[in-house]
């Protein structure tokens, strides 16, 4: 990530605070993302982390804080212009049953390509190489694909693009050993290419070998950011999930 | 429309395919009408009753002859298979579902020119055979009251040495009929029989709202929790487009379901073979309103859902819009909206689904710019309804179901 360190961030959000139905979700997270860098967003189940996504997304409205995606309030008017630079695969996000795989790409293309045909053709073709799927289930309605290749599939369509900045909750969540080795080969690659990529995992060890930095949250809130590195030697770990268990549980908690 | 065609096409690609939803929008109307037709008609046709005529005056048997008679021609125009049986004697228990008996003493007033004859007609309680069979039997005690009238009034004559004709004496008025539209023009009868046919028509748009609001809710609802809607809300489609695309998507259903609704009517009117039938321009007003029905409960529907926690909580509300229709459709069957007091007629126009059935009315009363407001009233709702799904629809609604 050194080369892309001078640029600015891609997303930029600070002590953002979100309640949801009278119950504090976000107390004060913050994070960074940079282009060409993999960011990782880590923390325990309910600690906020897709509720993270989504404020940063400009899904849901956070009640204070800052956030910047590409330089723009993401609930602003201005969201809508940086919304093509912008890849999102949800965690539980499924594709549509009824469509064929090459279908889903295909309307999303759509979409990106403001309705030009052929250049949806060109971004589906690239979703379809990216995810690796053979002709003949592309041609398959996806309603009957295997978890993991309809997670390809979601997530072939959130990069075909070329997003700018690539925001993947549990990118790998059902994927075999191949399809998971090959998604972390994809985000990679993204990074290389300049884009940043922000992801969350439960699979810290997953997230080790394919961070630049790691943001580490619970109860809502930011507790760490710093390099895999960093976080082992603060913490003095062998690896991030040993980090991490040090962070939640060694006294950097919210309370 | 921009990108909202973009979601257009890709409603019609997935709706092309979910069979369920086709089968209910083109199905539900296109066999709810005749299926009506059939199960009212050829079901209670297939209903079977006895009627008895009993006699304990010995000298009454021929009479209950020719009332039996009577009754089985009465028969065919009631409509159930009638078993006609005569006896001597009080009636047996449960005989029958209905019943004519003549008392003793009956002939012998009967034929006297100054005393009346007792007739006890009875029925069963709480059978629609039955209720057809008593008519059967009134019918035929009628006829033979008719009959001994006449005698009567000629027989006084005889006495009296005057010629009469009975029929001025039976019958002293004379009526004469004629029908006429609300401007005050003569109606001819089958302009008559067209608004007759209009209330049915009226009754049938029932059939168009229920898949409009199985469709919207589920392209909205289903949508998220089929967990498709997310990743889209971050694309540069806006919560517009997407409601535009599928409010247009659910136009195209109007059509079909318009299409379907209009040749379920007229299969009705085929299977029913009664005297009414609708014209060729009430059929294309019908065809209209139902479509713009379909896309105005679509517009109506979809700010309900997509403020609805769950699926079933947005088929609640759903459903509570169709009961509203459903009772105003129902309702137009037997009542003429326009002659009500000031407020409950109020109270109706306030509901956008009365003026689909006060636009169908209006034209069939010849009324074809009162059609055409009713028409206008329902284009402006939808458009409102629209214009507030845009409005009211907020993404995090959308995206955050409580979990």
């Given at each position: 990530m050194d080369k892309n360190s001078d640029g600015a961030p891609l997303l930029d959000a600070r002590g953002v605070v979100k309640t949801i139905r009278g119950r504090p979700v976000l107390s004060g997270v913050s994070l960074e993302v940079r282009p060409g860098e993999v960011h990782v967003l880590a923390g325990p189940n309910g600690a906020g982390k897709t509720t993270t996504m989504r404020v940063i997304l400009g899904l849901a409205r956070r009640d204070s804080g800052v956030v910047r995606l590409l330089g723009v309030d993401?609930?602003?008017?201005?969201a809508r212009r940086v919304a093509g630079l912008v890849g999102y695969l949800p965690e539980d996000a499924r594709p549509y049953g009824r469509l064929t795989g090459w279908e889903n790409l295909y309307f999303y293309a759509l979409v990106y390509a403001g309705g030009d045909r052929d250049r949806a053709r060109r971004l589906a073709m690239e979703g379809a190489r990216i995810s690796g799927l053979p002709e003949e289930a592309l041609a398959r309605r996806a309603s009957t694909y295997s978890k993991g290749m309809a997670r390809r599939l979601l997530l072939a369509r959130a990069v075909m693009h070329r997003p700018r900045l690539a925001v993947l909750d549990e990118p790998t969540s059902g994927l075999d050993v191949f399809s998971a080795l090959r998604v972390r080969g994809l985000i990679r690659r993204l990074a290389g290419e300049g884009a940043g990529v922000l992801l969350s995992t439960h699979n810290l060890l997953e997230a080790q070998e394919v961070a630049d930095r790691v943001t580490f949250i619970s109860g809502g809130r930011t507790l760490c950011t710093c390099t895999v590195g960093e976080a082992l030697d603060r913490f003095n770990a062998g690896n991030l999930e040993e980090a991490f268990v040090a962070a939640v549980g060694g006294g950097h908690g919210p309370g | 429309m921009g990108l909202a065609r973009i979601v257009f096409w890709k409603e019609v690609l997935e709706l092309s395919r979910d069979r369920r939803t086709l089968a209910v929008v083109v199905l539900m109307p296109l066999l709810g009408m005749p299926g009506l037709a059939l199960l009212t008609g050829a079901l209670y046709s297939q209903q079977r009753a006895v009627l008895g005529v009993y006699y304990e005056?010995?000298?009454a048997s021929g009479v209950a002859a020719a009332l039996a008679g009577w009754a089985r021609q009465a028969a065919a125009g009631v409509g159930v298979g009638l078993e006609v049986v005569v006896g001597e004697g009080r009636p047996p228990p449960g005989c029958c579902d209905a019943i004519i008996y003549l008392p003793r003493g009956f002939y012998s007033n009967l034929t006297s020119i100054d005393r009346r004859a007792t007739v006890v007609v009875a029925k069963l309680i709480a059978s629609q055979a039955a209720d057809a069979a008593y008519q059967a039997a009134m019918q035929a005690v009628d006829r033979l009251a008719g009959q001994v009238s006449r005698w009567r009034v000629e027989e006084l004559a005889r006495r009296a040495g005057v010629e009469v004709d009975p029929g001025v004496i039976l019958g002293p008025l004379s009526v004469r009929n004629y029908l006429y539209k609300p401007s005050g023009a003569p109606a001819t009868p089958g302009e008559a029989r067209e608004a007759e046919t209009a209330r049915f028509l009226e009754f049938a748009l029932i059939f168009v709202v229920n898949p409009a609001v199985v469709y919207i809710t589920d392209a909205v609802i289903g949508e998220r929790e089929r967990r498709t809607l997310e990743a889209l809300?971050?694309?540069?489609?806006g919560v517009r487009d997407v409601v535009l695309g599928k409010l247009a998507a659910s136009s195209l259903l109007g059509f079909l379901a318009s299409l379907a609704d209009t040749a379920g009517v007229l299969a009705f009117f085929r299977l029913a073979g009664g005297a009414l039938e609708p014209a060729p321009g009430l059929l294309a007003l019908h065809a209209a309103v139902s479509g713009l029905l379909v896309l105005m409960t679509a517009s109506l529907v979809a700010p309900v859902a997509s403020r609805s926690e769950t699926i079933r909580s947005a088929q609640a509300g759903g459903m509570a819009m169709l009961g509203v229709a459903t009772a105003i459709y129902f309702a137009a069957l037997f009542t003429?909206?326009?002659?009500?007091?000031?407020a409950p007629r109020a109270a109706l126009l306030?509901?956008?689904?009365t003026h689909a059935a006060l636009a169908i009315q209006s034209y069939a009363s010849g009324r074809l710019a009162g059609a055409l407001l009713h028409l206008g009233v329902m284009a402006a709702v939808t458009l409102a309804g629209a214009a507030a799904s845009v409005r009211l629809v907020s993404r995090e609604r959308l995206v955050m179901v409580r979990e």
């Open positions: 993401p609930e602003g008017p201005e | 005056d010995p000298g809300l971050t694309t540069p489609l003429d909206i326009t002659s009500l007091p000031p306030a509901v956008p689904f």
